[in-house]
C-alpha cells in the first residue's frame, strides 16, 4: 500500500507565508470589504442580519490563536447557555467561512480544548405550583379581561399547563401537527430568537429528543379546538398569531401575560416555565 504523503493545494500555496501575510492577504481583504459594505448599507446580505452587531469584531480571524479563542469562551461563561450556544455558532461560521475561502487553514473549534462552555450562572429550581395555586391561576386566567388592543395569551397557557410543552413549541404549532383521532400533538418546530433577537419560526425544536408526540388529554382537547376555531389566516399558517404586527409570537410576551396572571391569583412563580412542572 502506498503510504506517500502528498500536499494538498493549500499546503503548496500557502507555503511559507507568515503571520503578517495570513493577516493581511487579497482573502482577507475581499472579506472585509463585503463587511464593510454591508456594514454601511451598500450591500444586503439576509444571511448577515442575524449577525450584524456581532462582525464588527477587532481580530482578523487569520491572527486568533487558541489562547485567543480560549479566553473569549471563558469570558462568555457569564452569559446564559442559550446565549453561549448562539454565540459559539456564530463562532463556528466564521471559521467554516474562512476554511471555504482558504483564509485559514485550521478551525480552532474542532480543538478537543476549545468547545462550547457552559454557563456559570446557577440554574434556578423551577416549582410547580400547587394543587391550590393550579385552582386560583386557571380561574383567575378565564376570568381575566384583557384591555383593548391587548391580547389574551390564556389558550397557550393551558396548553402548556395541561400537556407540559414548551411555549416556544405551542407557539409554533400548525392545524396538522394535531391528530384528534391518533390523541397526540406532533411537536416538530419552535419559535426561536436569534443573536440580535429577532424572533423566528424555527423548524426543529429546541433539544433534538424535542421532536415527539405529545398525549392528547381531554382537557386538552377542548382547548385545541378552540384554539382552532379562532384561529386566522397568517402567511405562516400558525395556529397563534401576532396579526397586529404581522409576526410570530415570542414566548417573552407570554411570560409577561402569565406573570401578570400570577399576581391577580397571588400565585408565586418565576416564569410560565413553571406550568411544564405543574
Sequence with gaps: EDTTYCETLN?????????????????IRAVRRYIDDYNSGKIKDEYLDE???????KFAIADIQPYHLENFLHYITKYANNTISKVYAMVKLAYNIAIEKEIVKV????????????????????RGMTDEEQKRFV???????TKYG???????????????MRMGEINAL???DIHFKKGFIHVQRTISTGLNNRTFLKEGTKTAAGIRDVPISKPLEGVLKQALEEMQDNPDGLIFYDHRNGSV???????SFFKTICKKANVKCSGQHSLRHT
Aim: aromatic share 10%; glycine share 6%.
Design 51 to 57: 449577525y450584524k452587531q456581532y462582525i464588527q469584531g
Design 150 to 164: 391587548g391580547t389574551s395569551y390564556r389558550l397557550q397557557l393551558l396548553i402548556e399547563l395541561y400537556c407540559g
Design 249 to 255: 409570537i415570542p414566548t417573552t410576551r407570554v411570560n
Design 11 to 27: 499546503d503548496i500555496r500557502f507555503a511559507g507565508w507568515t503571520k503578517k501575510e495570513w493577516a493581511d492577504n487579497e482573502y
Design 107 to 126: 478551525d480552532l473549534t474542532k480543538h478537543r480544548d476549545l468547545k462550547c462552555p457552559k454557563s456559570d450562572q446557577n440554574r434556578k429550581k423551577v
Design 139 to 145: 380561574n383567575t386566567l378565564n376570568e381575566h379581561v
Design 174 to 176: 400548525k392545524p396538522e
